[in-house]
């Protein structure tokens, strides 16, 4: 229950063009892609409603390659960078990367939904720094953040003259409204770039393709010195079964999101029945689940459960940069129930003693 992939099929069609590459010797180097801004362009707005004009979509090997690219074009070594924790755990290896350190600004748990903190974004503005790395949707928490909230976050951008990179990967694997960033008017366009994926949708990550969007001369001017080299190492399977999942899947996501939610159910029922002490959160994206275990008060959780339940699960503390959220554990659900049910009732032979 680690790793973000699932345990789902692959759509037919991206399969079967996969095949078709192969059987024609179509496995050399990637070239122009013609195809895949359209592409992009019409399944965001027929899902939600974003117009992206004729701004460019630009090729990266993956959104983490990209935001380091980003983050090398726009910070120097030694800057902070704002981060929301907890955060997907790579976001701290490409900070790493490029030798900037994280200034958290940490969620706040609103009732049972995890949520920004906008006026400790704003002070980390005022301090000086000038850079976001926003998830939306958060991973791993699940929160699908507002059309409201991340107006106020462009706002925000603008006034201190900062830029967001929103890392919007999961988006698709929405049930509720989701608001790409620069659909929100042109303090979002003049101060934000946006970096996504079909690989964690669509559940081809390791074919390695992923897109930068920008809709603004400003961020043009800034993005028009990303490495050559950043097109010529996607993979030529992973951009065409982009083009394809775009095209030709928006079927798969919303049988895929039911499901999710079927097994997000399902997840709910096994802990109430099993590890009644868990905290469970509210959550509207993704198929990873946040889990709180500190009333079982287990200390290093997440290596007990690997070792003596035999479930692996991602360490909450891995979501920081300074080891909170020892307590809690990402549990990935999309599976079969069965193993669901396994997974929990291992944990629960641990915990519940």
């Known amino acids: 229950m680690h790793v973000a992939e699932m345990d789902f099929d692959v759509a037919k069609e991206i399969r079967n063009h996969i095949v078709q590459m192969t059987q024609n010797s179509d496995l050399g180097y990637l070239g122009p892609i013609p195809e895949l801004a359209p592409a992009f362009s019409s ?3 027929s899902r939600w409603n974003w117009d992206l004009g004729q701004n460019p979509v630009r090729m990266a090997t993956d959104v983490g390659v990209a935001a380091v690219e980003i983050l090398r074009l726009t910070t120097k070594p030694g800057d902070r960078v704002l ?3 907890p955060v997907y ?10 030798k900037v350190f994280p200034h958290d600004v940490p969620l706040r748990l609103v009732g049972q939904r995890w949520q920004l903190d906008l006026e400790g974004i704003e002070k980390a503005f005022q301090s000086g720094v000038k850079v976001f790395l926003m998830c939306s949707p958060q991973n791993p928490v ?3 953040h507002t059309k409201e909230e991340l107006t106020t976050v462009a706002l925000l951008a603008e006034k201190y003259g900062a830029l967001v990179i929103s890392d919007e990967i999961h988006a698709p694997l929405s049930w509720t409204q989701y608001t790409p960033f620069l659909s929100l008017g042109s303090a979002a366009e003049n101060h934000g770039v946006t970096i996504t994926s079909t690989s964690k949708a669509w559940n081809t990550a390791g074919l390695k393709s992923a897109i930068v969007v920008s809709q603004s001369e400003k961020i043009d001017s800034v993005l028009i010195d990303f490495p050559e080299s950043m097109h010529w190492r996607a993979s030529i399977l992973g951009a065409f079964s982009m083009v394809i999942a775009y095209q030709q899947c928006s079927y798969w996501i919303d049988e895929t999101v039911e499901r999710i939610k079927e097994n997000l159910t399902f997840l709910r029922f096994e802990l109430e029945k099993q590890l009644p002490k868990a905290k469970f959160f509210d959550m509207s994206a993704t198929y990873l689940a946040w889990l709180d275990l500190s009333a079982y008060g287990v200390d290093n959780v997440q290596s007990r459960l690997l070792n003596d339940a035999k479930v692996a699960l991602v360490a909450g503390s891995d979501h920081s940069s300074d080891g909170k959220y020892s307590d809690f554990v990402r549990f990935n659900f999309a599976t079969s129930q069965t193993r669901i049910a396994e997974a929990v009732r291992r944990m629960a032979s641990v915990l519940e003693v």
């Not at 755990?89 to 490029?98: I, R």
């Open 89 to 98: 755990s790579s976001f701290f290896l490409w900070l790493k990367e490029t």
């Open 43 to 45: 399944y965001a707005k």
């Open 142 to 144: 699940g929160t699908v």
């Open 83 to 85: 981060i929301c924790s």
